[in-house]
């Protein structure tokens, strides 16, 4: 079974900058589209940034111009490149396939930006 695992995370003050990166255990990166979801405390999960087998990338509004989302197929891993955190971006975030499908779960990174 595949795992994908994700790592990068932690407590920045507004204004900062992370890297996440996903790292799954198979070669599935050139099957599936693959995404960064997050789930903010106390809501849904909810998907901010796409990329295709093909490069092509694709943001929610709230991420546009501040996320980059990039992918190694070689090193089956994806990355997700944060600048400009802002509070509301505190959640927890998870990589996954875009739609999704039988791909479990990791346990994912949290992300705090807070002063």
């Known amino acids: 079974q595949v795992r994908l695992v994700e790592s990068g995370g932690g407590l920045v003050q507004p204004g900062g900058s992370l890297r996440l990166s996903c790292a799954a255990s198979?070669?599935?990166?050139?099957?599936?589209?693959m995404g960064w979801y997050r789930q903010p405390p106390g809501k849904q999960r909810e998907l901010v940034a796409v990329?295709?087998?093909?490069?092509?990338?694709n943001y929610a509004d709230s991420v546009k111009g501040r996320f980059t989302i990039s992918r190694d197929n070689a090193k089956n891993t994806v990355t997700l490149q944060m600048n400009s955190l802002k509070p509301e971006d505190t959640a927890v975030y998870y990589c996954n396939a875009v739609p999704l499908s039988n791909l479990s779960w990791g346990q994912g990174t949290q992300v705090t930006v807070s002063s």
């Open positions: 198979g070669s599935i990166f050139t099957i599936y589209a």
């Open positions: 990329i295709t087998n093909g490069g092509i990338t």
